[in-house]
């Protein structure tokens, strides 16, 4: 009975912590020596209490959704731990961080609720020690401030799932539970500080013919994603399941990949529960409100491992069999150094942490594997293959002096080189 009794008080404190109305109306002011100051806005049914919940929201966007001007707009908190939440938040620990705050506008009432802003400092450092101490998993991967610290929250798009043989007007004109979950996702993604593309908008606004009538998924339309510059892609798929009860039932698959690698970052399920009902939209609409701080967690701690480690490209480099004259084993057209050294330096540079094998080569072929970046930090934006072709074919032209010519063709996640 105690071991229930404890299990029960968890599941509802748990729910109390969820059922807050925090708003993720938070403004960066400044960060001075270990404080930091922002402007939160508090919703409360109480008077007295907005004061207190526009702090606790500037708290919880910090943790889970990102403030724009800190940790470079990334949520401090990777993987929610719900017993650090509730003593958090729901005993008031948060206080403890608070170096002092001032009121600025309200408490005003608005149709039911009572409206707050105030201007508080935070005492970030010992935020940031009290997190690392109780062992939450955080994206704080380095001291704040130093350079490449962390990786901004990337740009998702949110596409509707669709079979090669389905009509993309569908999409808009037939589906509609599809095109709201779409809508809807996209705003939950805006909502927790991500950069968003809206697909469907997009496609209304296209002009050419064959992206809207196109009876399979057309090159047209996978050519706009591309277009759109995102480095997530979130594809969802809503069915309805209907019993010999006459109760139905919305389930909603959502998996999110890395645009360039199509590697998965996350995926999940989440059922509306069985209604006696025809209304569709909302079963969509309960299949949402399912969907937890769990998958948007996982997403990024996936996306910031990506980023860290980088991804393998295979690179296979030929010589044209027209080349009979010259090869890998020899030195450079002006024999100024070895054509192998040469290119093992330059692979240095520009793999991921220096990671790459050319021990796969002989004097006709090499083989090689790099790890690459899929970030940009300097520019804030992805590092694309197309990119790293570019400057590999850039480099073998100034080093090749114009005696032989590269050939660079992208092949999936790899590089053809060949050398005319």
């Known amino acids: 009975m105690k071991h229930c009794f404890m299990f029960l008080l968890g ?15 938070v403004v960066f002011l400044q960060q001075q020596g270990n404080t930091l100051t922002v402007r939160a806005l508090g919703i409360s049914e109480k008077k007295k209490e907005a004061a207190n919940m526009a702090l606790k929201s500037a708290f919880y966007t910090l943790f889970y959704t990102g403030v724009d001007g800190v940790n470079k707009g990334n949520p401090m908190i990777s993987t929610a731990k719900p017993d650090y939440d509730r003593r958090f938040f729901d005993e008031n620990r948060y206080s403890v961080f608070v170096k002092d705050y001032t009121i600025t506008e309200g408490p005003e009432k608005q149709g039911k609720q009572y409206r707050c802003t105030v201007e508080m400092t935070i005492l970030f450092d010992a935020l940031q020690k009290d997190l690392n101490r109780n062992k939450v998993q955080t994206n704080l991967g380095m001291a704040v401030g130093t350079p490449n610290s962390q990786v901004s929250l990337p740009t998702v798009t949110v596409v509707p799932y669709t079979r090669e043989d389905e009509d993309i007007r569908a999409i808009l004109d037939h589906n509609q539970m599809l095109s709201y979950a779409v809508s809807k996702m996209t ?9 968003t593309k809206d697909f ?16 399979t998924q057309s090159d047209a339309v996978t050519k706009m994603i591309q277009n759109m510059g995102a480095d997530i892609i979130v594809t969802a798929k809503v069915m309805t399941t209907t019993d010999t009860r006459r109760q139905s039932e919305v389930s909603l698959e959502l998996t999110a990949t890395e645009f360039q690698t199509a590697g998965n970052l996350a995926s999940a399920t989440f059922q509306s529960g069985k209604y006696v009902t025809t209304d569709t939209i909302k079963l969509t609409d309960y299949a949402l409100k399912k969907v937890k701080d769990e998958f948007f967690t996982k997403l990024q701690a996936s996306f910031n491992d990506i980023v860290k480690n980088g991804r393998e490209m295979a690179i296979q480099m030929v010589l044209a069999k ?8 020899q030195p450079l057209p002006d024999g100024s150094a070895s054509f192998k050294t040469v290119l093992e330096d330059w692979l240095q540079v520009h793999a991921l942490n220096g990671v790459y094998d050319m021990s796969r080569s002989n004097d006709k072929v090499i083989d ?39 050939s660079v063709v992208t092949m999936g996640q790899g590089l053809t080189v060949t050398i005319k």
């Open 11 to 25: 599941i509802f404190l748990s729910a109390t912590l969820c059922g807050q109305n925090y708003s993720s109306e």
């Open 368 to 406: 090689m594997s790099v790890q690459v970046p899929i970030w940009d930090e300097a520019q804030g934006r992805a590092y694309t293959i197309s990119r790293f072709s570019t400057e590999l074919k850039s480099f073998l032209d100034e080093k090749l002096g114009g005696e032989y010519v590269a």
């Open 322 to 329: 027209s080349i009979t004259d010259w090869d890998f084993d």
């Open 200 to 215: 469907l908008a997009q496609l209304k606004r296209a002009k050419r013919n064959d992206v809207l009538t196109a009876g």
């Open 187 to 195: 705003s939950e993604f805006s909502s927790r500080g991500y950069k």
